[in-house]
């Protein structure tokens, strides 16, 4: 995208919103970067460079405007469309994999070595893995220090900073202000809370910002219609869950908002905020690209007015890749009030207690890991034979690392080890490729419930017929299923009351 002078001009020139993310445009004159819908006068179109990045504006000595704040705009939405390295870089980095374990770790995990994984970024993104992982810890830095009321101390250490010193000076660089400097204007906006505001040990509130459109019916409806007991709930309107954390643990709750999410968190060791932000993110699919996704299914006449009628449906997915795997399985073949029974059962009997932050909330554990129920006797599940099977050779795949499952994940080899298991046909596999991987061109043409919709709409009914009809859908099916799931009346459509 913007190596394409033109249209970047283009989208500068019209404040176009919808490229926020996918560029940002360095000003040579004043040394500052924007994102594209900045409301200032365009500058002189010699005046201006593109690049992929807010790293490589930072690496190439520009800092960043203060009134379109481009280190506040949604992420790209190409990390999450493609899987080739670059893409899975992206999302390890984005998950923290750099700060905790290097750039040895990263390379380790995409399988290349670390000369190969730094040439392949610089090459696309203008910057290497740290100066990726330092503009992430920046924009995390800033985020606390104007919606939070923490010391700027632990501010430095939860956003992953080594020393006071290193954030200090960095906050300076990018964003020509000192720390406390960004705290006073945000008080001046009102953003920031004053300095006898009550403050929460842990908790964290603050904006996700996303591409509009967005309808939450589907994402939340599925999300509380799916939720299960003491891991999940839906309440006072928010969405509410356990999250397991590299550092400790948390709890969160998301709640649509006309022009953002809200993000209420709380965390047993604020080093886990990056990453739990991140996962939110992943989550709702606060990242995708709408416009571009509605655009290729509206061609399809038949579901245009499915498109027209409530435009930007998300893919709900999940914070955990391994936990949703199995609750995959729990639901092959049952209802949804069946499948969330099967996993509060494991979820009792297996899960971590937490505590929930909320007195009224019915937050009481994490998901189990695979590795606690690896050890578990197959009689003591309620389940056909043949489950109990694909249940138990599933988790020992999970627990012994021979079926890795993440954001690092290939797609296609993880669907060929997933194929392999027993028990674990295209509709299990695909459902795991859409919402575990996130691949957003998986696809369930066997799924009854899509079944009903194609036909209803005058589509292929048939998985064969209706593959290939869905042909025309691709690089967006996972969205296309979400608007044939749509037309069906049940509770994963309607946003809870």
Known sequence: ?????????????????????????????????????????????????????????????YRACKRCRPDTSPGSPEWNARADAVARAMRLIQDGVVDREGVPGLASRLGYSARQVERQLGAELGAGPLALARAQR????????????????????????????????????????????????????????????????????????????????NLFGHLAATAVPGVEEWRAGAYRRTLRLPYGTG?????????????????????????????????????????????????????????????????????????????????QQV??????????????????????????????????TS??????????LALPRSRRTTFTTLVSALADGSLPLGIDSDWEAARARLGALPGFGPWTTEIIAMRALGDPDAFIPADLGIRRAAQGLGLPSTPAALTARAAHWRPWRAYAVQYLWATEDHAINVLPA
């Open 251 to 331: 709890v969160v709750a998301l709640t649509p908002r006309p022009d953002h999410i809200g993000c209420r968190l709380a965390l047993t060791d604020l080093r886990d905020l990056t990453i739990a932000i991140s996962r939110c993110r992943r989550l709702l699919d606060l990242d995708a690209d709408p416009e571009a996704v509605d655009e290729q299914l509206s061609a399809d006449p038949l579901l245009a007015p499915l498109v027209a009628k409530a435009p930007g449906r998300r893919v709900p997915r999940t914070v955990d890749a391994e936990e949703f795997a199995v609750r995959a399985v729990l639901g």
């Open 1 to 61: 995208m913007y190596t394409d002078t033109e249209r970047c001009v283009r989208a500068v020139q019209s404040k176009d919103a919808r490229f926020d993310g996918w560029f940002f445009t360095a000003v040579r004159t004043t040394g500052i970067y924007c994102r594209p819908s900045c409301p200032a006068v365009p500058p002189k179109v010699e005046n201006m460079t593109f690049l992929p990045s807010a790293a490589a504006c930072q690496q190439n000595g």
């Open 138 to 217: 920046a924009q995390t830095a800033r985020l606390l220090i104007e919606t939070s009321g923490l010391p700027m101390g632990d501010i430095a250490f939860a956003a992953g900073f080594s020393s006071i010193r290193t954030f200090n000076d960095t906050v300076r660089e990018v964003f020509a202000l000192a720390p406390s400097e960004l705290r006073a204007r945000a008080a001046t906006r009102g953003t920031a809370p004053g300095p006898g505001a009550a403050q929460v040990p842990g908790t964290i509130s603050l904006r996700l910002p996303f591409r509009a459109p967005l309808t939450p019916d």
């Open 335 to 368: 209802s949804t009030a069946a499948a969330r029974t099967h996993a509060a059962r494991l979820v009792r009997a297996h899960g971590e207690p937490v505590a929930d932050p909320d007195p009224e909330g019915g937050l009481t554990h994490l998901f189990p």
């Open 371 to 380: 590795q606690a129920l690896a050890g578990i006797d197959p009689e003591s």
